[in-house]
């Protein structure tokens, strides 16, 4: 727990989390040092606090980052297709605020960077379009 640095990831409750502050408290007369974080989730944007011992272990999710293709745009999700297996799956919509974030628009034949953690998938970035 020590270890961890402010933008990396953590497992909080679950879900994977970016971490946005770290307080480091020295020990104390009756205890050791502890590790305070405010994370983010990825997935549902929640800002989540956790606080343990410095030297205590946390899991850290796997991160698999990859390039699909947008098939089709429906109300509340995308489907989108892997380039390297050309597998096709439907992701959660980004929200208008994160839709902002990606500096372009969502429509079918764009390219796009997803990310797949936990079994869970989110699109993060526009590649380029059509």
Same mark, same amino acid.
């Given at each position: 727990m020590g270890s961890l640095k402010e933008g990396s990831y953590i497992i909080l409750d679950g879900e994977p989390c970016k971490i946005v502050s770290r307080e480091h408290f020295k020990p104390g007369k009756h205890g050791s040092a502890k590790v305070r974080l405010v994370a983010i989730s990825i997935t549902t944007g929640s800002k989540?606090?956790?606080?343990?011992?410095?030297?205590?272990?946390?899991?850290?999710? #796997?991160?698999? /980052?990859?390039s699909g293709q947008i098939t089709s745009v429906m109300d509340n999700s995308v489907q989108v297709m892997d380039l390297e297996t050309f597998e096709v799956f439907e992701t959660p919509k980004p929200s208008p605020e994160e839709a902002a974030e990606l500096n372009g628009t969502l429509g079918p034949g764009t390219e796009v960077e997803y990310w797949l953690m936990l079994g869970k998938?989110?699109? #993060?970035?526009? /590649?380029g379009g059509s």
């Open positions: 989540k606090s956790y606080v343990s011992p410095a030297e205590s272990r946390v899991e850290v999710p #796997m991160i698999d /980052k990859r998938t989110k699109i #993060m970035r526009i /590649k």
